[in-house]
């Protein structure tokens, strides 16, 4: 059984950055793409980016591409996903979202991390 | 990459059926058949519903059901029940390789 935890919520100040872990368990750890979605309050979901975790190789969508990181430390099985210069816009709940490789859907989801971004 | 576009709010009764929609283009959901159909009751994080266009995942009703005719998919939820009420996003594998999610469809068991 796939299980992801995630960190605790954070509120953050615009122009900072803040960097959200996924913690995996119950799978083997190079049998799932990590994909990372938001959702801002009230808003729909919104896909910002993907990473292998055997290349560590990442996409992420055009909208987040200069300011999203994803990373990856294969001896904790954890993922982290960086968003920088934070905007009140940012506001959002972060998911990480497990897609077994190659199937192209996402069957598991973390409980969710709030980013709150608030001068 | 805009959202794909699905009607804000479907509403039926229990027991009919209804359907709905996500338009995309020719760089998305006509490119692809990695559609796939996500339920999302308040404060939960989304479920997979239909992957594949209208492969439906382990455990979920076959009283829902997916399809697609060039850039337009469909979900379709037949024998409403109240327990379906709920947000559905669509999403699509994109030409580009990224991925883009529907603006999201409430709906609602009158």
């Known amino acids: 059984q796939v299980h992801l935890e995630q960190s605790g919520a954070e509120v953050m100040k615009p122009g900072a950055s803040v960097k959200i872990s996924c913690e995996a368990s119950?799978?083997?750890?190079?049998?799932?793409?990590m994909h990372w979605v938001r959702q801002a309050p009230g808003q729909g979901l919104e896909w910002m980016g993907v990473i292998s975790p055997y290349t560590a190789n990442m996409k992420s969508s055009q909208m987040f591409q200069a300011r999203v990181s994803l990373t990856r430390d294969t001896s904790t099985s954890t993922f982290f996903m960086e968003l920088s210069s934070l905007k009140s816009e940012d506001t959002a709940m972060y998911y990480c979202v497990g897609e077994v490789a190659g199937t192209y859907y996402f069957d598991s989801w973390g409980q969710g991390t709030l980013v709150t971004v608030s001068s | 990459q805009s959202a794909l576009t699905q009607p804000a709010s479907v509403s039926g009764s229990p027991g009919q059926s209804i359907t709905i929609s996500c338009t995309g283009t020719?760089?998305?959901?006509?490119?692809?058949?990695?559609v796939t159909w996500y339920q999302q009751h308040p404060g939960k994080a989304p479920k997979l519903m239909i992957y594949?266009?209208?492969r439906r995942s382990s455990g979920v009703s076959n009283r829902f059901s997916g399809s697609k005719s060039g850039n337009t998919a469909s979900l379709t939820i037949s024998g409403l029940q109240a327990e379906d009420e709920a947000d559905y996003y669509c999403?699509?594998?994109?030409?580009?390789?990224?991925?883009?999610f529907g603006s999201g469809t409430k709906v609602t068991v009158l």
């Open positions: 999403t699509s594998y994109t030409i580009s390789k990224t991925y883009v």
């Open positions: 020719t760089s998305d959901v006509a490119y692809s058949n990695h």
């Open positions: 594949d266009v209208s």
């Open positions: 119950g799978y083997t750890f190079n049998n799932n793409f």
